[in-house]
């Protein structure tokens, strides 16, 4: 049975990852590192509340096989262009990096549609970075996945892209499928099994295919 860490169970794919992680009988112990305390309770969770300036600091009482991340933000959160790169750039980075050094073989990280380094459009070019970035530090399996539009339940009011997720799926008929808006649900469940079954080195999963499986 495998050790996971998860890095983001307070979010719309992490909150789902965790209850899937849970429930597997695959994984016998997960770390999930948060801010502040979740309120989770059970026998496979360990909670860290973490500073994540210092998460290259971590250290782990057992070896990791597998590290998830659902870590993000936005640019209306982050508050500027720094604080988002620091996000979702820096933290994720050095989240690998400790991970790697935990013994991880396997690293699974929610990316973005559009992800490019050389991207005009600043959100898209820090989720390429990060893709770039994470390649390099040698992990048996890299899982990228590249969800569209994420659908589900936000602690937060996000009205544009409430928005623009009833338009997405009152026309789902008429959009290609690596645009087609999609359940956090699904991309966490996809990612599960992309940690349980992928054997390719690096693997790129778009939106569409998430859908598919």
Known sequence: MRTAIIAGASGLIGKELVQKLITSDDYRLI??????????I????????IDFEKIGQLKFDEPID???CTLGTTMKQ??????FKKVDFEYIVALAKSGKQAGASRFLVISSMGANPKSSIFYNQIKGMTEEALKKIGFNQLVILQPSL?????????????????????LNFLIPDNYK???????????LKMALNSTDQVLIV???EMHRK
């Open 78 to 83: 982050a508050g500027s262009r720094e604080n």
């Open 206 to 208: 778009k939106s569409g």
């Open 150 to 170: 994420l659908l589900g339940e936000r602690p937060e009011r996000r009205v544009a892209e409430r928005l623009s997720g009833f338009i997405m799926k009152a």
């Open 31 to 40: 770390y999930s590192l948060v801010r502040k305390k979740s309120g989770l």
């Open 181 to 191: 808006a999609i359940r956090a649900e699904k991309v966490a469940e996809c990612m």
């Open 42 to 49: 059970n026998e496979k969770i360990r909670e860290l509340v």
């Open 66 to 68: 597998d590290v998830f």
